[in-house]
């Protein structure tokens, strides 16, 4: 009996993955998979209608959006509303709510399968996720069952 993984995965990219941030999640996504052995497809840096889209992870019976975001410095936020970062004591700055955005491109993408498949039910899962990690001081409230944030070390 052999210990060879028979392992596929397809791997798209629309436009160039530029940030560091992103190529270490694509690094982290393949190891996972070809750790896994089972069938995946990876799109990289697509546009799905009016969203950019970091990664879509697809199996036969999984679908992950997953929004790669690198913080510098502390950042906090709640699911609604803007995020901010901070620049000093007691000076935040507003920056992109990333739940935000990532549950808009789960929605968009959700709504693209389904007018491939009108038989689809429910929706892909989606994460924010922070890489490496978030900073030290960083207090943010919006992970829930519609998307996630979480470190990279997580996934």
Not at 88 to 103: E, I, K, M
Not at 126 to 151: M, Y
Request: proline residues 4%; contains cysteine.
């Amino acid at each position: 009996m052999s210990n060879l993984k028979a392992t596929s995965i397809e791997i798209y990219v629309g436009a160039a993955i530029e940030h560091a941030s992103e190529q270490r999640v694509l690094q982290l996504l393949v190891d996972e998979l070809d750790q896994s052995g089972r069938w995946a497809m990876v799109i990289a840096n697509v546009h799905i209608d009016s969203h950019q889209v970091d990664f879509i992870v697809g199996s036969e019976a999984h679908c992950l959006l997953i929004e790669a975001k690198t913080y510098s410095r502390p950042v906090r936020g709640k699911p609604n509303g803007d995020w901010h970062l901070e620049l000093g004591p007691d000076a935040w700055r507003r920056t992109r709510n990333a739940y935000q955005q990532a549950l808009g491109a789960k929605n968009s993408l959700r709504d693209s399968m389904g007018r491939l498949d009108g038989e689809l039910q429910g929706y892909p899962d989606a994460s924010v996720v922070c890489v490496p990690s978030l900073p030290r001081g960083s207090n943010i409230t919006a992970s829930d069952f519609k998307v996630r944030v979480e470190s990279l070390e997580e996934l």
